[in-house]
C-alpha cells in the first residue's frame, strides 16, 4: 500500500504519519527529514539546501527528484507500505513518484489532504519544539513538552529556523502555488480523502483510519 499525505505546514500530516506508520507498519518516508540529514552532513549540495530551506523555497525539482530517487532505490521499496510525507511537493516530482511506482508494479494506492487555514498553520508552527536527540515534535500550544525547553528523553528542544513566523508565511505561499494543485490531479487519479485538520490528533486519526477502510485501501 503507497499513501501520500498531503498538507501545509502544522496540519499534523507528520503526526498522522507516524501513527498511521505505527499501526499498519508502513515506511514513513519523510523527503524534509532526508534534506536535513544532507545539511548535517558534507553533501555537494549542503550549501543550496540549507539556504533554499531556510528561505522557505523548495529544493529545485531538478536536485530534489535525483536525491529522492536515489534514495528511493537504496532503500528497497519492495513489498513495504509507505507513507509519503513531504513528497511530492510539485508536479514533476508526482510524475517521478509515479513512473518509480510503475517501474516496481505499484501504484498511489490513496491520498489523506489534510486542511487548515493559514492563520492556524503559523500559528502552530511557530509553536512547534523539536528535539534534537530523538527528532520529537512538540507544540507549545496543543502538545506541550513536559518541562519546557526539554524533551521526554532528557533532550534538548529547538526551534528551526524555517519554523519562524516570516519563513512560514512563505512556505504557506510555496504549498498553494506548487502543491495545493496536486490535490485536484490526484483526486482524479486515485482515492482522495479530504481531512479537516482542525481537530484534536486522536479524532484526525480516527477519521483517516475509518476513511482508509470505507474506501477499501486498508482491510480490517
Ligand atoms: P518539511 O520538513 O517537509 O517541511 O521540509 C523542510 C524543507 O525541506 C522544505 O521547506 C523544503 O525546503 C525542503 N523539502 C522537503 N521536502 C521537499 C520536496 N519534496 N521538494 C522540495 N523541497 C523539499
Given amino acids: 500500500m503507497n499513501l501520500i499525505i498531503l498538507g501545509p505546514q502544522g496540519s ?7 501513527l498511521l506508520s505505527e ?18 552532513g558534507d553533501s555537494p549540495y549542503k550549501e543550496q539546501l540549507m539556504a533554499t530551506m531556510n528561505k522557505g523555497e523548495l529544493v529545485p525539482d531538478q536536485i530534489a527528484n ?16 509507505i507513507i509519503f510525507d513531504g513528497f511530492p511537493r510539485s508536479l514533476s516530482q508526482l510524475k517521478m513518484l509515479e513512473e518509480f511506482l510503475l517501474s516496481k ?13 493559514e492563520d492556524e498553520s503559523v500559528k502552530r508552527i511557530s509553536s512547534r519544539r523539536i ?9 507549545l500550544i496543543t502538545n506541550p513538552p513536559p518541562t519546557p525547553d526539554r524533551c521526554v528523553c532528557g533532550g534538548n528542544l529547538i526551534h528551526r529556523d524555517d519554523d519562524k513566523e516570516e519563513i512560514v508565511r512563505k512556505r504557506s ?18 482515492k482522495l480523502i479530504n481531512i479537516n485538520g482542525e481537530k ?21
Avoid: W
Fill in 66 to 81: 535525483s536525491v529522492i530517487e536515489d534514495y528511493l532505490k537504496k532503500i528497497n521499496v519492495n513489498n513495504k507500505s
Fill in 105 to 117: 508494479g505499484e501504484k498511489i494506492d490513496g491520498v489523506i489532504n489534510i486542511e487548515i487555514s
Fill in 131 to 139: 528535539c534534537e536527540r530523538d527528532g520529537r515534535t512538540y507544540n
Fill in 173 to 190: 505561499q510555496v504549498y498553494k502555488s506548487r502543491t495545493e494543485p496536486l490535490v485536484a490531479i490526484l483526486s482524479g487519479k486515485t
Fill in 200 to 220: 484534536p490528533i486522536e479524532d484526525i486519526h480516527k477519521q483517516i483510519l475509518e476513511e482508509l477502510t470505507k474506501r477499501n485501501i486498508v482491510h480490517e
Fill in 23 to 40: 499501526k499498519y507498519g508502513m515506511l514513513n518516508f519523510e523527503s524534509g527529514e532526508i534534506f536535513r540529514e544532507m545539511v548535517k
Fill in 12 to 18: 499534523g500530516k507528520g503526526t498522522q504519519a507516524q
